[in-house]
């Protein structure tokens, strides 16, 4: 970061927004209920300062950061500059960060890998210097090798302020960095957001409910806030001056800044105290706006400012800039390589799920049908083999999507309302990792089972086999990503896809029920489907393969071809039961010819429209995806992976 003098206000600032919890249809509807939350709130902070931000809850403290970081939902009123420019919403994302009570990072990376693949301008060997610098500063170096998982809570959190820090804010926010803390490491995190204020000359705001008195050397500024009002905001020394002399002094061996927070807090222990401490907490805002000027501007480490003479106000310090599309892209493809290919029990576990789990399945496949023999009989098995393998293909493709999608998401909501990157790019790198993946896993898996249904002479046919099933893979992990989109729970969205691909597996594939038995509009709804296509395009490569020409058959003991042809065709009335087929045709005649007319291979089982329309479903699906991740959200639903 370039050094520079700077400084922070809110000039009389006022916030309206939600004060109840709302159900889904209200938030649809608009019909929340609103109060105002924050009610003229001034302030300033200036480089190298500590300002904490103190109130019970519902004081408003938390609004008061999404107000500053322009995050906020609902109408507000008042000023916020950052060297008397105003704070727009890319100003604050390019310039500040926030360090949020929740961050789900990554499992599987390292304290030094999380840091170095956080997106910033620079690269190379300033970055690796700055990732040391940082882990240093915020004592993480002795753990800079140890997984994310297995950090202590103190460690996780000054992690997240390392993952700010990386980008060289001039403004900090925080909230409740030291929530649910022990005493110890309180004052080790404050102590180091204190050294890290003075050494980046950075300006930190962070809120506290519970401020121990260890602290207190540490807080240059304080603000009191109750129900939204301003109780007190200025210098942490001067805060003792102001209220000794308004006839408030902190008696000695007492914390002041719990003993000024109780002060500020209303009591509601009973309707008596209740009253008589709102009647204080309004005395004592009234008696701020009158005698606090002095103390909320208070003594300013703020050196002469470089004011620029045609906008009129003081240049907004300069950064690295922000990171090249290309930068980001990079960043999140080795990001996701690194979480994958870890050491680690997550990284394991992802492993195993992108590349064996499908073909141990389908293993078990072949176990299950390696006995069948070229017979009339085995025609049902292997029309089974062919649902199986379908169906595999289908549910591990979901499988994949539940098990490693979910935590890539949340962090990328996480970061995008940081303004790091966009949805099409979050989706563009984790479908460049996870393709290759699929592609390996469903080759090695259809190796296993192809021999049962055909041969590795013709290796065409070998590679049209891998693709089809590919395709059915791709196609339910990319419809599984796409309800993740909107669904946090991720057994919800197992459930919702898997429900969606049984519907379409019994309509459309021809095995539970034949094509020909289908009503006239459940017909033509399979047009819709892909199982349709990738089923009839495996079916005509089974039963039309060479071995399955001539008339085969029933089993070992009755020998079907010395019966006359018209015997043994069910589509001209069967007069055996055993021989019902005349080969591999004649099956295939009868699960999809719905008439006698019907020319089955050149429209519903032709070769080039159903290989095409298989990938042509799966394409489209990451295509529709890349869209459905640029449609603005609502706020809720964007919260919800948030909170």
Known sequence: MISSDYCLELCNVYHTGQVEPATRVQRIMGNVKTGVILKDVSLAVHSGEVLAILGSKGSGKKALLDVISRRVQGPTRGQILLNNAPMSLSLFQQRCGYVTHKCDIIPGLSVQQTLQYTATKISGYLKKSKVKQVMADLALSQVANRSTENLTQSEYRRLMIGMQLMKDPVILLLDEPTWDLDPLNTYLVISILSNAAKKYGLAIILTMEKPRSDVFPFLDRVLYLCLGDVVYTGGTRQMLEYFNAIGFPCPQLENPLMYYLCLSTVDRRSRERFIESNHQIAALVEKFKLEGGAFRKGSSVLGPQNIDPVLGHSKVPMSYGSPSSLQIACSLYTRLLAATFSFTKPGMSQLFVRLFLVPIYFFLLWLFYRDMSNFQHTFVTRNGLIFSALAASYFFGILNAILIFPVYRTRYYQEAQEGVYSGPIFLLTYNFVSLPFSLFSITGASAIIFPLIGSFQDPLEFLYFTLILWGCYIFTEQQTIAILMTVKDATTAAICSIYITCV????????????????????????????????????????????????????????????????????????????????????????????????????????????????????????????????????????????
């Not at 395009?537 to 029933?554: D, G, I, S």
């Not at 070992?556 to 019902?580: D, P, R």
């Not at 295509?623 to 919260?639: C, G, H, S």
């Open 504 to 643: 379409c597996l019994t309509l459309a594939s021809g095995v539970l029920r034949s094509i020909k038995g289908l009503q006239e509009w459940l017909y033509y709804l399979t047009y819709a489907t892909q199982v349709r296509y990738a089923s009839a395009f495996l079916n005509r490569q089974v039963f039309l393969n060479p071995l399955f020409k001539n008339t085969l058959p029933y089993d070992a003991v009755q020998n079907c071809s010395n019966i006359h042809l018209i015997e043994t065709s069910n589509f001209n009335g069967a007069l055996n039961l055993n021989c019902k087929f005349v080969n591999g045709q004649s099956f295939l005649t009868e699960r999809y010819s719905r008439d006698p007319t019907d020319v089955i291979f050149s429209g519903i089982l032709d070769f080039d429209v159903n290989l095409g329309a298989t990938f042509a479903f799966s394409v489209g699906m990451i295509i529709f995806n890349m869209f459905l991740y640029l449609v603005p959200l609502p706020t809720y639903i964007k919260a919800k992976f948030r909170e």
